[in-house]
């Protein structure tokens, strides 16, 4: 360990001893080095490339006993850039699978990235990276903090940075995390006198009246205009037609048949009941997807599809069971979300995001399947009351993945089954 990091450690050590404060807590490097044959884990520069990735794994017993996620305001990742070959950003994606600095020479699995930094475009310089999702995520399941990954953005592939690593001795900058923690709420001032009451400024003068002015003389009447075309109505060609206006012009409405209703459909009047539409209050929750032609279950006379709940059931929990294989649960169609949710409920009697009460009556609700969720999120607008969490679909990969999908970026990934994230239940119509 060298001079730097034993006096980062003493930092930590003196920031734990204090009370819980507003305070900001330096987590240190336990391990960093980039992936390369053969293994460079002892080299004092780190590089990231476009086909070279930088990994990067932190100490989080260093923060003070007892913290927790909702302890903890910001969380900066800070690494020091020694030299840019080419210019460009760097994102940060949470490392999925075990690793070690001093044999690794592939790159472990990682998940989405869940940071971009700014450009980087000169060296010898400081630079930090927003990472408190990832760090919320470390705190609240410690098995899940296996370090990150940086590695050029998508927006600027060909970026070439170098980085000091922690055996960089002589320039002594290796990277940290800052995590600012929350501190308890101030006492309340005392309130201030009541100031004196100022005096009433005097009253303004009255403005005088203007005189009313002379009445004008009536005008000559005008000659009388011409009588204008007699004007037409359309006539019809068979009893029980009718007519409306549709802004620009009379549209004929073809005859009903006997005891049928006439209903308003935005803004056309039409026989029978209106279709329904994405994003209606329709059975228990919102409309969410109709079934299109070529969907399993369509029919062209009567109209089936999705109905979303009209919230969230949980917004940080794990799928469940992990480590078991699901038999019956790897459907990833539409159609194919409630036998995915059955299989689970009879293979994993543990909590996870396949279980959830009742919801407006209903009982008949299930996860959805892959491209069920994916039609979710192509109508989260119409449908309404989703955040930009990451949402667990019923279909599952292996036994340790299942597919979700981002609602911030649109994009689908295999994700780890202890990994938190949200759920919204359907049901079929």
């Not at 399941?141 to 998508?154: F, M, Q, R, T």
């Not at 501190?183 to 005096?199: H, L, R, V, Y």
């Not at 073809?254 to 935005?266: E, F, I, R, W």
Request: net charge negative; aromatic share 8%; charged share 15%.
């Amino acid at each position: 360990m060298n001079a730097h990091l034993k006096s980062l450690r003493a930092l930590i050590l003196l920031a734990s001893l204090s009370p819980l404060a507003a305070q900001a807590v330096v987590v240190p490097l336990s391990a960093d080095t980039n992936v390369a044959l053969p293994n460079v884990g002892a080299a004092q520069a780190i590089n990231i490339r476009p086909a070279t990735k930088a990994l990067l794994a932190f100490d989080l017993s260093t923060l003070p006993g007892g913290i927790t996620s909702s302890d903890i305001a910001k969380a900066t990742l800070v690494f020091y850039v020694k030299t840019v070959p080419a210019s460009g950003k760097i994102q940060a994606s949470p490392v999925t699978q075990a690793w070690n600095e001093t044999t690794v020479t592939a790159a472990p699995s990682q998940s989405a990235a869940a940071a971009s930094s700014a450009v980087i475009s000169r060296g010898n310089t400081y630079f930090a990276l927003d990472v408190t999702h990832l760090v919320l995520d470390w705190v609240d399941i410690p098995a899940s903090n296996k370090g990150l990954v940086l590695e050029p953005d998508s927006s600027t592939p060909a970026a070439s940075i170098t980085l000091d690593s922690k055996e960089a001795i002589q320039t002594s900058h290796p990277a940290y995390i800052e995590i600012t923690l929350k501190g308890p709420a101030g006492a309340a001032g005392a309130k201030g006198d009541t100031g004196a009451t100022g005096s009433q400024g005097p009253a303004g003068a009255t403005g005088a009246k203007g005189d009313t002015g002379a009445k004008g003389d009536t005008g000559a009447t005008g000659s009388k205009g011409d009588t204008g075309a007699t004007g037409t109505f359309q006539t019809g060609t068979q009893a029980g037609q009718m007519l409306y206006w549709d802004g620009s012009a009379w549209i004929t409405i073809a005859p009903g048949t006997h005891k049928q209703s006439l209903s308003y459909c935005n803004g056309v009047p039409t026989w029978g009941d209106c279709p329904i539409l994405v994003g209606d209050d329709y059975l228990g929750g919102k409309v969410a997807y109709i079934l299109q032609a070529g969907d399993p279950g369509y029919d062209a006379h009567v109209q089936h599809g999705l109905i979303a709940a009209p919230s969230d059931q949980s917004t940080h929990i794990g799928w469940g069971c992990d480590r078991t294989a699901i038999s019956g649960a790897h459907g990833t169609a539409i159609g194919t979300g409630q036998q995915n949710t059955s299989a689970i409920k009879a293979g994993c009697l543990e909590l996870g995001a396949a279980r959830f009460a009742t919801i407006n009556g209903y009982n008949d609700w299930y996860l959805p399947s892959k491209d069920e969720l994916k039609q979710l999120y192509v109508n989260r607008t119409a449908i309404g009351g989703f955040t930009d969490l990451s949402y667990w679909s019923s279909s599952e990969v292996i036994n340790t993945l299942a597919w979700c999908q981002f609602f911030d970026n649109g994009l689908q990934s295999n994700c780890v089954k202890f990994g938190p994230m949200a759920v919204r239940a359907v049901r079929a119509f």
